[in-house]
């Protein structure tokens, strides 16, 4: 069998991952992110390569032998932050979990491990593949050993072989020093021959092969400077020749025998992927050479299957698990149900469940108390199946969400290995993924409900637990929990859309879109491809003459940014910017939203995904309604589309007029902008006044556009940079604006400074309810990433308690309108809105209640405002 060494350079490749991703950390505040770059690349490795033989070298100091020769040898470089070098000590640990051998050498870099060890194997004719981010290496090529160099970051590779070598860059491995030589190299502060660059280094081994021969015969040399250069640097570039030169004779005390690799136990690596909160890379364990019952083996546990359902199944307090595939759980089917308390642990056949009325009576009393996970999901499962449960006290979804709402994933096996509980599997490896996914046989499928359920009812006290330490109990069993189920019937309800509308508009957007292809085609003298950056760019920038705002590797970057500085350039760029804002109305809203129109019911049963913002606000997806762009006339006209679901209802709309504003002004506690909230003052006005020190009747629709930018702006921690692109003024007025802003309110700059201090302490920021946002990268050396974090303290616990107050809001006119035994739904939460449909006869009593419960459901020191109206559809009702 032919043997197959992999060397890594492991310097190199953790270097270039760290600085290609974002920076991650764990629960534990460790950073990760290059060590997740490193594990996805080396995965990729195990898997294409199935290596015999590996070793991930590494750099054992700052001090070479090379320093004995040039002493500014890799001077200048800049120190390497923090948060990368705290992560090599755990690369290393993780490598120890694959069981592949990492090695250094006091006086000695990666290069001269890994030149030493292939040579060894090129001598033996082994297959050898060295993987860097540093074409020094390239010097090792060889017919036996192919460099890999790392390409944008380390999402690509390219593979060097001699014959590769040399048709891309005209040089022959053993050429690579006589290169670095003549050319130098700025990363490793070699310093070669001033004047001379790439295409000259080639272009002289080529006519004289090696650096010694050029010296040789400069007389032959070409160019008076480039000779004279050449001369008075000829010390320079031999030793920077030997510089570059990996020393392949080593002392290591490694051997190629040190370094078989027979794969790797999955059990260490998916814990240690657990601890690092690698969620995402733990289906891709199944290439070790365990099988897949060894990898995912655990403790025996003992259950039942339940064929007929009795009393005493349940008791007065149960964990309660709805196991459904897949992520639309309004159409997935429910493969089963786990049962676990103190004495019994059942697994229910979906069918018994179902036809069961004790089954049905126990879940709807609310005195039989219920943990679940993701009481939302569950309820809308059971609403389907014409169960109403109650009694829910705990969800172990939300609760996870609550206590660190960073992190990636909050299913069950995650929050158990974040936890130190690793007994039981991944959906993925039971199920599988994508097209490959299926239920298993019941033994199978069973097992893993029933160890899901179990698991729970361990972690179940713990979380309460840290909940109650971080004082987030009351957010929990009071905001988060009943929101959950009264988002749960909103989901179940729907909303019904108008079909036959939407194909109208549709027919309408695509008359709008030929009639301004035919437009720009005449203003451009020509026709082509609207949507093709390649044929736009040349049309733009060589046919009209457009100023070159930005290039890309491929031609003319035809960027919305790019064409939103030319608009006033030439009338064809007005008409592109609208080509493409309709064209993306037509296919993401017109046809997008006709596809998850609900056959069966006319309707659009959109999901709230309530854990997964770090504010606390809500999103939704199949169809994401928050992201309708209504500042345009054609994208507003789709909420026509959006009509009661009975005759004789009309759809009512209530929308909160400036929250984060006010929040803003109670958590400041500013009294100027207190004052203004109180008086009913329109705030851009009132801020135009007290930055431009003008009178009412004086502000202008410009300064008062200004003050608007400036108000919501603070609101998202906004620079100086930010408000000059959105005003489209200078950066220096920008910052002066911001400046008289602060000197105007006092105490916001007050609050902004206080909160950043906060963080730093605390290393988290936290809501009026106490929702938290943990800011890691808030001590940070790198100040992008630093003052990104800052902004983010700023603007959280604005952000966050205004998500808040509309939560509460939801859950305070849910409690009314079933008090007042109303008809009318809560149907969709848009923002800062929300819609409802009602009959006709309990407008007048909404319009009385919806605006109070809204306006009173906190005390906060200024006042909420709530506008409202109604009409025969969403849009009617805006």
């Known amino acids: 069998m032919t043997k197959k060494l992999i060397l890594m350079d492991g310097n190199s490749i953790i270097y270039r991952a760290f600085f290609a991703l974002p920076l991650l950390n764990n629960e534990k505040g460790v950073y990760t992110n290059a060590v997740y770059g490193f594990t996805t690349m080396l995965l990729r490795i195990l898997e294409e390569e199935k290596p015999t033989h590996m070793l991930v070298a590494f750099d054992a100091g700052k001090t070479t032998f090379r320093h004995q020769t040039y002493k500014e040898y890799k001077g200048g470089r800049q120190k390497t932050p923090s948060e990368l070098s705290e992560q090599f000590p755990v690369l290393k640990e993780l490598l120890d979990a694959f069981d592949i051998r990492h090695y250094q050498l006091d006086q000695y870099e990666a290069d001269d491990i890994i030149g030493t060890l292939s040579k060894q194997a090129d001598d033996k004719d082994w297959e050898v593949t060295v993987i860097s981010g540093d074409k020094d290496l390239l010097q090792l090529v060889s017919d036996h050993v192919t460099v890999s160099v790392t390409k944008k970051g380390i999402s690509e590779i390219e593979k060097y072989t001699p014959s590769y070598l040399l048709e891309k860059m ?382 890309t590797k491929t031609g003319y970057s035809t960027a919305a940014d790019v064409l939103e500085q030319l608009a006033d350039q030439h009338e064809i760029i007005p008409k592109l910017l609208l080509y493409r804002q309709l064209g993306k109305l037509q296919s993401t809203y017109i046809e997008g939203l006709q596809k998850v129109v609900r056959k069966d019911t006319h309707k659009i049963h959109t999901r709230f995904n309530q854990a997964l913002t770090q504010t606390g606000r809500l999103s939704s997806v199949d169809p994401n309604l928050q992201n309708i762009p209504i500042r345009l006339e054609e994208g507003r006209k789709i909420r026509q589309a959006f009509v009661p679901s009975r005759e004789g209802w009309k759809m009512f709309a209530a929308d909160y007029s400036q929250i984060e504003l006010r929040v803003l002004a109670h958590i400041a506690g500013d009294e100027k902008l207190i004052a203004a909230f109180k008086n009913d003052l329109d705030i851009h006005t009132q801020t135009a006044m007290d930055v431009f020190h003008v009178e009412r009747d004086e502000v202008t629709s410009g300064m008062r556009r200004q003050a608007k930018a400036v108000n919501f702006g603070i609101v998202y921690g906004i620079s100086d940079y930010g408000l000059s692109q959105n005003l489209g003024i200078t950066r220096k007025e920008a910052k002066q604006f911001i400046e008289r802003y602060f000197k105007s309110y006092p105490s916001v700059k007050e609050y902004m400074d206080d909160i950043v201090v906060e963080a730093k302490q605390k290393g988290y920021v936290s809501t009026l309810m106490n929702r938290r946002r943990y800011l890691p990268d808030i001590t940070s050396r790198n100040f992008n990433v630093r003052s990104f974090a800052e902004r983010t303290a700023m603007n959280t616990p604005i952000q966050g308690s205004a998500a808040d107050v509309i939560k509460k809001a939801m859950i305070d006119l849910d409690h009314r309108m079933k008090q007042e035994k109303l008809q009318a739904k809560l149907l969709l939460q848009v923002h800062d809105e929300l819609i409802l449909e009602a009959p006709e006869d309990e407008i007048e009593i909404l319009k009385e209640i919806v605006p109070e419960m809204m306006e009173k459901t906190v005390d906060i020191s200024v006042p909420l405002k709530v506008d409202y109206s109604y009409g025969e559809s969403w849009f009617d009702a805006k």
């Open 170 to 551: 005209q040089v022959t491995p053993e050429q690579i020093t006589d290169l670095k030589g003549l050319m130098g190299d700025s990363s490793d502060n070699i310093p070669g021959v001033p004047g001379v660059g790439e295409k000259t280094a080639t272009k002289l081994l080529t006519q004289f092969h090696t650096l010694e021969k050029v010296y040789e015969n400069l007389d032959d040399v070409s160019g008076k400077k480039l000779k004279e250069n050449l001369t008075n640097h000829q010390d320079d570039a031999l030793m920077s020749k030997d510089l570059a030169t990996i020393n392949r004779d080593s002392p290591i005390e490694v051997s190629l025998d040190d370094v078989i690799y027979e794969g790797y136990s999955a059990a260490s690596v998916r814990q240690m992927f657990m601890d690092l909160g690698f969620q995402s890379l733990l289906t891709r364990l199944a290439g070790s050479d365990e099988t897949e019952e060894e990898a995912i083996e655990h403790k025996e546990i003992q259950y039942d299957i339940v064929e007929e359902i009795t009393e005493d199944l349940f008791s007065e307090e149960d964990v309660l698990v709805i196991e459904m595939l897949g992520e639309n759980y309004h159409t997935a089917q429910i493969e089963g149900i786990g049962i676990v308390n103190a004495d019994k642990k059942s697994f229910i056949p979906t069918s018994v469940a179902m036809d069961s009325p004790i089954f049905k009576k126990w879940a709807e009393d609310p005195q039989k108390k219920k943990i679940v996970f993701d009481a939302k999901r569950t309820k809308v499962a059971l609403l389907r199946n014409d169960i109403q449960i109650e009694g829910i006290v705990f969800d172990a979804l939300l609760a996870s969400y609550l206590i660190n709402p960073a992190e990636n994933s909050h299913d069950i096996p995650a929050i158990a290995s974040r936890k130190g509980k690793y007994d039981v599997s991944f959906d993925e490896e039971v199920y599988g993924k994508g097209a490959k996914q299926k239920v298993p046989e019941e033994a199978i499928l069973s097992e893993h409900v029933i160890r899901k359920t179990n698991v729970l009812l361990e972690l179940y006290p713990a979380m309460e637990k840290e909940l109650e330490d971080n004082e987030q109990a009351k957010l929990l069993k009071e905001l988060e929990m009943p929101l959950a189920l009264i988002l749960a019937e909103m989901e179940h309800q729907g909303v019904l859309v108008d079909v036959d509308r939407l194909k109208e508009m549709g027919d309408d957007l695509k008359e709008r879109l030929s009639n301004l292809e035919k437009e720009v085609y005449e203003l451009a003298g020509k026709e082509f491809n609207l949507n093709s950056p390649k044929q736009l760019g040349p049309v733009l920038f060589e046919d009209l003459g457009l100023p070159v705002i930005k290039k």
